[in-house]
């Protein structure tokens, strides 16, 4: 391994530990580490001004032991089908964690978005659904937004979905619009449950969670929203940043403010009135109460890991923390409230539209709110739980329920032949 571990790498050796607490043998380690089906397609796009450009798209089924595969997708440049191996995994043991009978999964496009206009993101959308129609479908595999997607991607692929099918399926992707059986509460169930996880961490560890300071990295889907909760919640906001860097106030920044000023257009919230502007790599290292990286994985890698001043860090990303940096966030005494946990509001408010979709009976946002509520709290209680009966971080508690309830279905299901 050169260099920082990747996002494989990190999640394999997170497998590695869990198996190692679980005293799982070696087969069942291979069966709990190898994707279950991971596919890559050609999707050939024909640009606006005539040209045809053909990029790199993936989906990848890591585990169907506890239900269908679930999961979102990502058009970003730098993914290719070993990050969607790790992200598909993550899903696995996020949704067991959670408690929602799911496998796990995660697609994506090795594609920039922001360059392609917007009958180019459809085509392309649309052309990389159709190469999955055979394995998507409500009962087999269940889309979600990720990392440059959003509610309109996933309007087009229930569109091209159905139309193959030839009847309309609203199960067959989650973070749809709720004119076509979206959920109310699923745009900031992610955030909201970064919020109250971060807070029942923070209590739990004597922390003031009304008298704290935040850094956010990331102001996209997840940051933006939970900035804006934890802010709401009694928190102060310091530093947020996005792709161009990063704005800092210690007496506290407006997320409202900044979330209209990137909701009118403006492309960056450096430059906000009444701001400093720092780096992204400045605002991870700031002196705060707690820090949550909301972007990409492998932000904070052992190179920088020892200058993280954070006392907790709340990973509102998909593996911001690389495997190498995580023993040594752990010997400087920072808490880090992983992943798995920490952004599992998503795909539970994602469970709790698919379940509506099914039914055809739809909850108002209060109900899916209060449902959101007990599960973040219950899984949330779980890993506390465990970590201190175990003596193990958070992350390894969390990796611990998520593996065995996975290897706890494959033992009762049994191997076909
Ligand atoms: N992409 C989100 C995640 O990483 C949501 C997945 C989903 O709702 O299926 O958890």
């Not at 995994?89 to 360059?115: E, H, S």
């Not at 180019?120 to 990389?128: F, G, K, P, Q, W």
């Not at 802010?231 to 920044?253: C, E, M, T, W």
Request: charged share 20%.
């Amino acid at each position: 391994m050169l260099g920082s571990p990747s996002a494989w790498d990190t999640a394999r050796i997170q497998l590695e530990n869990a198996v190692r607490h679980l005293g799982l043998d070696d087969g069942l380690h291979d069966l709990l580490r190898m994707p279950r089906r991971a596919i890559t397609v050609s999707v050939p796009l024909m640009r606006d001004d005539g040209h045809l450009l053909v990029l790199s798209g993936y989906r990848v089924q890591h585990n169907l032991a506890r239900g269908p595969a679930k999961g979102g997708i990502r058009f970003h440049p730098s993914t290719d089908l070993d990050e969607v191996k790790a992200l598909a995994m993550w899903m696995t043991w996020k949704c067991a964690l959670m408690g929602i009978p799911y496998g796990g999964a995660k697609g994506g496009i090795a594609v920039d978005p922001r360059l392609l206009s917007l009958s180019e993101r459809e085509r392309m959308t649309r052309r990389y659904a159709a190469e999955l129609v055979p394995l998507i479908g409500p009962e087999k595999d269940i889309p979600a937004p990720d990392v440059g997607t959003d509610e309109q991607t996933m309007a087009w692929i229930m569109d091209t979905y159905s139309t193959h099918t030839g009847y309309t399926a609203p199960g067959v992707v989650t973070g749809k619009p709720l004119s076509i059986g979206g959920s109310a509460g699923r745009a900031g169930a992610t955030s909201r449950g970064v919020q109250l996880v971060a807070f029942a961490a923070l209590a739990e560890h004597g922390l003031d969670p009304y008298d704290v300071t935040v850094a956010v990295q990331g102001f996209g889907k997840v940051g933006a929203l939970a900035a804006q909760y934890l802010h709401d919640a009694g928190a102060r906001i310091v530093a947020v940043s996005d792709v161009k860097g990063g704005v800092y106030n210690p007496q506290g920044l407006n997320p409202a403010a900044l979330l209209r000023r990137v909701q009118r257009g403006g492309d960056t919230v450096v430059g906000h009135p009444g701001t400093d502007t720092i780096t992204n790599a400045e605002l991870l290292e700031l002196d705060v109460d707690l820090l949550v990286p909301a972007a990409l994985e492998g932000v904070i890698t052992a190179t920088n890991a020892d200058r993280i001043k954070a006392r907790m860090i709340v990973e509102g990303a998909n593996g911001p923390i690389s495997a190498d940096a995580d023993p040594i966030l752990d010997g400087n005494g920072v808490v880090v409230v992983p992943d798995i946990l920490a952004n599992g509001g998503g795909v539970a408010v994602s469970y709790f539209e698919w379940v509506q979709d099914i039914q055809a009976y739809f909850w108002t946002e209060d109900q899916v709110n209060d449902r959101l509520c007990d599960i973040m709290k219950r899984a949330y209680g779980e890993v506390s739980a465990l970590a201190t009966e175990r003596g193990v971080s958070l992350r390894a508690a969390a990796h611990i329920i998520g593996v065995a309830r996975v290897a706890d279905a494959h033992r009762t299901r049994g191997l076909y032949p």
